[in-house]
């Protein structure tokens, strides 16, 4: 852990950027209207509500790190869109594809199949098409 100080800055465009990078700091925040976040927004659970892209959910239940209970209410907080939950056994934090590497590409593999099916046949929940372009 780090005791020192950090210098944020903040850079409404890219001039500021460039200063802020040129003068010392040691981390720029760049945001506008269109994008970028503040804390706030970060509240996972609102922003699984409003998701409506494909997600895989993928949890060990060994984590030390995120209680495993977190992987069923993040799962439960999203509302639209398909999702699928895989809770690779005995796998601690960021660990599952380590683990049981096999099962771990299965599944990804399949959930990704399931979705290029459900785009390519018009059929994505909540009649929408993620933006992805499938060949």
Known sequence: ????????????DFERLGMAVR????????AGKEFGWR???????????KSTLPMLFIHGDADDFVPFGHLQQNYDAKKKGYKEMYVCHGA????????????????VSNFLKTVKNMIQLGSYPDGEACGYIVK
């Open 39 to 49: 804390f706030e927004d970060a509240d996972c659970m609102k922003q699984l509500a």
């Open 1 to 12: 852990m780090r005791n020192d100080l950090e210098l944020l800055a903040p850079a409404g």
């Open 23 to 30: 003068y010392g700091a040691d981390a720029v925040y760049l």
């Open 92 to 107: 601690v934090h960021a660990n599952s594809y380590q683990k049981d590497p096999e099962t771990y590409i299965f599944k």
